[in-house]
């Protein structure tokens, strides 16, 4: 990746691609006062730069019947690296699981987002999938009853 420093161009290129992801590059460049070709330029150099990391076209997952968001915090027995790559190996393969991260800070060493139709899908999940795993010592759901933000874009400035 190529070292770019970004100027109020940049940003606002950024964020109208955050906010409008399939914006024409002619509709970008007026949306940012450029003309299409050096607009075309900079889009490029961010790409290259590793600012713009991919495209993606974000579906409901309501018209999906996926219903159900559920955060799972998971503690394992203990944190030996092999038994650490082991469950990420695991986590990857669950489609159910939208993100998996290792924390601090907390009892538990995962945070899970796993969205699924229902509660009797998530017991599927929880039984079939999760609770297999020999090392985990842990599992703490909490349901999502209400979503108040749900967003992918980033702050930039």
Known sequence: MTQLTLDKIDFAILSALQRHGRLSNQELAINVGLSPSPCS????????AGFIAGYATLLNAEQFNLALTVYIQIRLEKHASDILEAFEADIINYEEV????????????????????????????????????????????????????SSTAIPIS
Request: charged share 30%.
């Open 41 to 48: 330029r900079r889009v490029k150099a961010l790409e290259d």
């Open 98 to 149: 939208q993100e998996c991260s290792l924390i601090t800070g907390s009892e538990a060493d995962y945070h899970l987002k796993v969205l699924v139709k229902d509660m009797q899908h998530y017991k599927v999940f929880l039984l079939d999938k999760l609770t297999t795993n020999p090392h985990i010592a842990g599992i703490h759901s909490s349901f999502v009853l209400k979503k108040v933000k």
